[in-house]
């Protein structure tokens, strides 16, 4: 911003969204401060079948012995992947993503996201709305 690139430099948010139950509401926050897109890849890996966590659980991707056959080249270990059932799991989280996009854009009058608009922050929870005094979106 002091350089007057603002606008000029591409920001993405990414980290973390989704972990609080609700990765609309976390990219939509992130648009908001300033981000031009947001990373939400884990998640996608999850809906594949990953079953790796942030506990431990797993977490071979870069072994090449991913036990879910998402991230392998052993052949014995892709058959495991449901290809069409991942690919159908991503179609619906992303159509909801939308959807919930849609419904926190709402109050702000907005059909396309607010970027660097910190005003148009909303809460979705009514007791957190009405303590910062910003729109509630349901």
Not at 54 to 64: E, L, P, S, V
Request: aromatic share 4%; glycine share 12%; net charge positive.
């Amino acid at each position: 911003v002091t350089q007057g690139r603002q606008g000029q430099i591409p920001l993405w948010g990414a980290g973390g969204v989704g972990m609080t139950g609700n990765a609309a509401a976390d990219a939509f926050k992130l648009v908001c401060l300033g981000a031009n897109g947001v990373s939400v890849g884990k998640i996608l890996l999850q809906l594949m079948g990953c079953v790796g966590n942030d506990h431990g659980r797993c977490n071979a991707c870069n072994t090449g012995l991913c036990p879910t056959g998402i991230t392998t080249q052993d052949l014995k270990l892709v058959r495991r992947l449901d290809v069409d059932k991942a690919a159908q799991n991503i179609v619906d989280y992303v159509l909801a993503f939308d959807q919930e996009m849609r419904k926190l854009m709402a109050p702000i009058g907005n059909s396309s996201l607010p970027v660097g608009r910190s005003d148009a922050l909303v809460a979705t929870d009514k007791a957190v709305a009405e303590q910062l005094k910003i729109p509630y979106a349901c």
